[in-house]
């Protein structure tokens, strides 16, 4: 039989350390926040039931939790007592019936599904209170697990633990699985008697132990689990999650010239024979097909590519970036919410802003959409085979036709017929001689 399951992640702390006005959990990790990248894996992991645990007015916490895992239950901790406090929060969460209860730390990006299911599995043999321990190279800071045997007896602070007690290297890495049928019973008899008069989530272990309930402790990766409460702990994970990615992406079939120099979002995707060059990064919500190069220095976020197009360098792709196959978007080019359709060209000095560029159609140098009055924004319409001259201003609303062509230098404020050659600058005059004759006087 399947068993239930409850998550309860844990918010609500201030991250003091992080020196931040934005809630610690909100700290980005390859474009997503830490608490999204532990949302996400307990979607994998298929958890029936996730609680989110904040701090009073924590509504951006709130906001991010709805946004990845629309069915998770908020549960606001008057004051941050502890850990063990946040997790007595979510009581009308707990006194619905679940077999297992799993405590995650929002703090912990990187708690994979595969951790999460170890502890079910432990659970599920009859253990109480499991406890997702480590052997990071360094312990400090962390909670030590004290074991006889298999059992573990206690989990003791770093601030409460004696100089012995300091010497073990298995520590707590935050991820608890607590049986749903005594839970809440152990839970409510967590006290507060130490050093810092918090009621730590950690006096489970000896609690259940001393009630003659099994309690266990699973050794997981030390990079699964890492504890990030400060920038520089920030910074550190996100070099751990870009050197993964960067590896996950060659084994995916891309070249990566300079792998050290490529920054990728958490949902980056690409296809096969992707060729990335260096210094290239990647915001949220990218989409890269088959058969795409990718040059030099260029920035792409909300962007989709198509199979076989060039990008830069030097191009700056926006959300609303769609590419279409065999596109060519070159050197300082900047495009926002377009549909660039197959084979069109757009290649030096340009920008393209809320428009669509039909297919096969050829952008001049120096052509820029204006699609902003100062107001609102409006829609610039370029058909396909159109041909538009290098330095001109298309002012949105406005259409070019298919196979239209516009004279370079033109502002355009009117709709171009399909098939019509469009000027819209002053006509050139020579004066001969005129220029000699200047000289002279001067
Ligand atoms: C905690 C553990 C420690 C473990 C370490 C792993 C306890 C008492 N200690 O220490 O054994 O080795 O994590 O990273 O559990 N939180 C609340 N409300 C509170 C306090 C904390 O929601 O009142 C949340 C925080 O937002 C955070 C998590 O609980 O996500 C852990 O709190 P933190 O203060 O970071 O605990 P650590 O000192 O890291
Ligand atoms: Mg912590």
Redesign the pocket.
Known sequence: MMRTSLAVV????E?KRMKSNLP??MHPIGGLSMIGHVLKALQTAKVDRIAV?V?PGDDKVAKAVAAHARTATMHV?AE????A??VRAARDALTKKADDVLVI????PFVSAAAISSLREKLATGASVVVGGMRPDNPH???RLIMQGDQLTA?R?ERDASAAERKIGF????LMGLAGETALSILDAIENKNDQK?F???DAAEIAHRRGLKVAAIEIPADD?I?I?DRAQLAGAERMFQMKRRVEAMKEGATLIAPDTVFFAHDTTLGQDVVIEPNVVFGPGVTVADNVTIRAFSHIEGASISPGAIIGPFARLRPGAKIGENAHIGNFVEIKAADVEEGAKINHLAYIGDARVGAKSNIGAGAITCNYSGVSKYKTDIGRNAFIGSNSALVAPVRIGDGAYVASGSVITEDVPSDALAFGRARQVNKLGRAADKRKKE
């Open positions: 844990l918010a609500a702390g991250g610690k959990v645990v701090g901790q941050r007592r502890g850990t406090d946040a730390f929002g703090d912990t800071g962390y909670g989990i602070e520590v707590n890495g935050g918090e730590y989530l950690t689990v504890g409460n």
